[in-house]
Nanobody, 125 residues
Framework: QVQLVESGGGLVQAGGSLRLSCAAS????????VGWFRQAPGKEREFVAA????????YYADSVKGRFTISRGNAKNTVYLQMNSLKPEETAVYYC??????????????????WGKGTLVTVSS
């Protein structure tokens, strides 16, 4: 059974930074793309960023480009999301997801193979 476990959420002031982690148990990310989504209270879940484990290519939502960075850990089962210059409207539960795909631009579309349970990020004004 594959599990994705997020960590690193918490309370931060506007303009601050956080780094989220996503660790897989039960398998490595080899052959998968891994990404982050977020869901704010009362809003739909939205795509944030994704990375292809095979070649390291990345894909970002326009709203986070230049502020967020997704990266692979040295171990083959960890992905990070570095979030800088956070805004209050980015308060949300952040979810890690993985999909067996080699085309990173298609990652946000369709279903995911695995989801984590989420980690809460609260950005205070």
């Amino acid at each position: 059974q594959v599990q994705l476990v997020e960590s690193g959420g918490g309370l931060v002031q506007a303009g601050g930074s956080l780094r989220l982690s996503c660790a897989a148990s039960g398998r490595t990310f080899s052959g998968y793309a891994v990404g982050w989504f977020r869901q704010a209270p009362g809003k739909e879940r939205e795509f944030v960023a994704a990375i292809s484990w095979s070649d390291g290519s990345t894909y970002y939502a326009d709203s986070v480009k230049g502020r967020f960075t997704i990266s692979r850990g040295n171990a083959k089962n960890t992905v990070y999301l570095q979030m800088n210059s956070l805004k209050p409207e980015e308060t949300a539960v952040y979810y890690c997801a993985a999909k067996a795909t080699t085309t990173i631009a298609t990652f946000p579309r369709g279903g995911m193979d695995y989801w984590g349970k989420g980690t809460l990020v609260t950005v205070s004004s």
